[in-house]
């Protein structure tokens, strides 16, 4: 199985701040990343898929970039509806696997 | 716009096998792959397997020999089927909707999710 490791967890910011999160594949998996927004109690929301290509309705200040096996995710200038847990997943083969998380905090 | 709406026991038996069902709304299950997802308490997203709208299948090796999953088409919803339950498969059950562009799957629409708890 291809293990999915993200840094950091977790990760404190204020509004505003410039935040980036790092997932590391255990190998190569191209540009078959995707990352996913998750909030207490709910489904996880996708953000980005395949590396870059960010999701219908996702604020634009989402941005995501990598190949290979390394990514990231950054957002821009954070906003308090962001505070919540992220995690990236691989699609290049199966098992499709995800990250630990991220949980982003307020400082 | 998709929706998607897991149904089924939220209490099952050690042993007894563990059964959930996902009902697509404004679309046709006649396309796309169909995955179940899991989340144990406190712990990462794993992903169970899909079901392609063709009836094919793939799944976690971990779980493939307790694991079935199918869809029925006049009925557009698809189910989860898991055997020999035990403790460890406590867990937020979800169904998602696979996509695709140039090969490159993501899991674009999910149900809300369930709680499944395994204990006598």
């Known amino acids: 199985d291809i293990q999915m490791t993200q840094s950091p967890s977790p990760l404190s910011a204020s509004v505003g701040d410039r935040v980036t999160i790092t997932c590391r594949a255990s190998?190569?998996?191209?540009?078959?990343l995707n990352w996913y927004q998750q909030k207490p109690g709910k489904a996880p929301k996708l953000l980005i898929y395949?590396?870059?290509n960010l999701q219908s309705g996702v604020p634009s200040r989402f941005s995501g970039s990598g190949s290979g096996t390394d990514f990231t995710l950054t957002i821009s200038s954070l906003q308090p509806e962001d505070f919540a847990t992220y995690y990236c997943?691989?699609?290049?083969?199966?098992?499709?696997?995800f990250g630990q998380g991220t949980k982003l905090e307020i400082k | 716009q998709v929706q998607l709406q897991e149904s089924g026991p939220g209490l099952v038996k050690p042993s007894e096998t563990l059964s959930l069902t996902c009902t697509v709304s404004?679309?046709?299950?006649?396309?796309?792959?169909w995955s179940w997802i899991r989340q144990p308490p406190g712990k990462r997203l794993e992903w169970i397997g899909y079901?392609?709208?063709?009836?094919?299948?793939n799944y976690t090796p971990s779980l493939k020999s307790r694991v079935t999953i199918s869809l029925d088409m006049s009925k557009n919803h698809f189910s989860l089927n898991l055997s020999s339950v035990t403790a460890a498969d406590t867990a937020v059950y979800y169904c998602?909707?696979?996509?695709?562009?140039?090969?490159?799957?993501?899991?674009?629409?999910w149900g809300q999710g369930t709680l499944v708890t395994v204990s006598s």
């Open positions: 998602a909707r696979m996509d695709a562009v140039a090969a490159l799957y993501y899991f674009d629409y």
């Open positions: 404004g679309g046709s299950i006649s396309s796309y792959y």
């Open positions: 079901v392609y709208y063709t009836g094919s299948t």
């Open positions: 190998q190569s998996i191209r540009s078959s």
């Open positions: 395949a590396t870059f």
């Open positions: 997943q691989q699609s290049y083969s199966t098992p499709y696997t």
